[in-house]
C-alpha cells in the first residue's frame, strides 16, 4: 500500500439538514478527513452544500467533498449518522423513537450492503436508542457503534460551571450522565476543577446545593430553550460530533462522554448511555466507570430503566 492510500481517511456524513451540515462545516473548519461525502434524500441540497463547502479549503485543508449515496460508504472510515426527524418545540426526543426508528432502519441496512466495516457515530434523536438499534440493525461489535449521548449536556453543564466559577470550561471535568434526555443528571459527587472537588470550591464560594440544581436542571431544558427562541440546536452537537470523529481518526485514546455500550459497568447491560469512556482509532476502546455516590446510582438505574422500555417498544412497533 502506498503512502497516499495508508493517509486517507474518509468520513460519510448520512442526513444534511442542520446537524448535518453544520458537523460538515466544523470537520471542513477542522481539516479532518481527506474525504467527505454527503448522503440524504433530498440531492440538489447535498450537491449544493458540497459545492459551498469546498470552497473553504482554500483557508483550512484541501479535502475532496461530494454528493455521494450508500455504495460511498464501502471503503469509508466512519460513517456519522443525523438523518431523522428533527425535535419540534413541546416534543421530547423520546417522541421521536417511532419515527426516527424507521428512517434509521432504512440507513443502516444500505450502508452494512456497502460492505462498510468502520465505526458508526449516531447523533439522531432519541440517540440512546437509536444507537442501540444500529447496534442491532448493523449486526456490527459494540465497540464500532457511538452514540453522541451525553456529549453535548456535558458542554453545557461546563458551560455553565465555568460561568459560575470564572474558569476556563475547559478545566471544569464534570459530567451529565444517563439518557441524553430528560432523565439525565449532573455528576457532582465525582466533579473536579484543577483536581478540587467541585463541591469544595462551590462551598468555599457560597454556591448552594440549589445554585448546582439549578445549573444541572438548566442544562437539561437548555436544548428546549434554544429550540424556542431559534427552532433546532445544531452548532453545539455538530462540534461534539467533530470532536469524537477527531479523536477517531487520530486514534486518540480520547475520554469523552458518549453513549456508549456498557458490560456490566453501573450494573447495566444490552444498553447504550451516557458515560465517560476512551475512543480510539477502534472505536470504544473502554468505559469509564464513574464512582457514582449511591443517590447517582440510582438516578443511573432509573435513566437506564426508562431507555430499555422505549428501545423494547420501539422496536417491538417495527416488526
Known amino acids: 500500500m502506498d503512502l497516499t492510500t495508508k493517509n486517507h481517511q474518509k468520513v460519510v456524513l448520512v442526513g444534511d439538514g442542520a446537524v448535518g451540515s453544520s458537523y460538515a462545516y466544523s470537520m471542513m473548519n477542522q481539516g479532518l478527513a481527506e474525504e467527505f461525502v454527503i448522503v440524504d434524500v433530498i440531492k440538489d441540497r447535498t450537491e449544493g452544500d458540497a459545492l ?127 439518557e441524553h434526555g430528560d432523565s439525565e443528571f449532573a455528576a457532582y459527587d465525582e466533579a473536579t476543577i484543577g483536581s478540587k472537588p467541585l463541591k469544595a470550591i462551590a462551598k468555599e464560594q457560597g454556591v448552594t446545593d440549589d445554585d448546582l440544581a439549578k445549573i444541572e436542571d438548566d442544562t437539561r431544558n437548555k436544548a428546549y430553550e434554544i429550540i424556542n427562541k431559534k427552532g433546532a440546536t445544531f452548532y453545539g452537537v455538530a462540534t461534539c460530533l467533530m470532536r469524537i470523529t477527531k479523536a477517531i481518526l487520530r486514534d486518540e485514546n480520547a475520554v469523552l462522554p458518549i453513549g456508549a455500550a456498557l458490560n456490566g459497568e453501573y450494573g447495566l447491560d444490552d444498553i447504550f448511555i451516557g458515560t465517560p469512556a476512551i475512543i480510539n482509532g477502534s472505536g470504544l476502546a473502554g468505559v469509564v466507570e464513574v464512582p457514582l455516590s449511591d443517590k447517582e446510582k440510582d438516578l443511573m438505574a432509573k435513566s437506564a430503566a426508562t431507555l430499555k422500555q422505549v428501545t423494547k417498544d420501539g422496536l417491538a412497533a417495527l416488526k
Do not use: H
Open 52 to 178: 459551498d463547502l469546498e470552497d473553504a479549503q482554500v483557508f483550512t485543508a484541501p479535502k475532496k467533498v461530494y454528493s455521494g449515496d450508500y455504495s460511498d460508504c464501502a471503503d469509508a472510515d466512519i460513517v456519522v449518522i443525523t438523518a431523522g426527524a428533527p425535535q419540534k418545540p413541546g416534543e421530547t426526543r423520546l417522541d421521536l423513537v417511532n419515527k426516527n426508528l424507521k428512517i434509521l432502519s432504512s440507513i443502516v441496512k444500505p450502508v452494512v450492503d456497502s460492505g462498510f466495516d468502520g465505526i458508526f457515530v449516531v447523533a439522531a434523536n432519541p440517540v440512546d436508542i437509536l444507537t442501540y438499534a444500529t447496534w442491532k440493525f448493523s449486526g456490527f461489535p459494540k465497540e464500532k457503534v457511538i452514540g453522541s449521548g451525553t456529549s453535548l449536556d456535558t458542554a453545557r453543564l461546563r458551560v455553565a460551571l465555568a460561568k459560575k466559577f470564572n474558569v476556563d470550561p475547559r478545566n471544569v471535568d464534570a459530567y451529565i450522565m444517563g
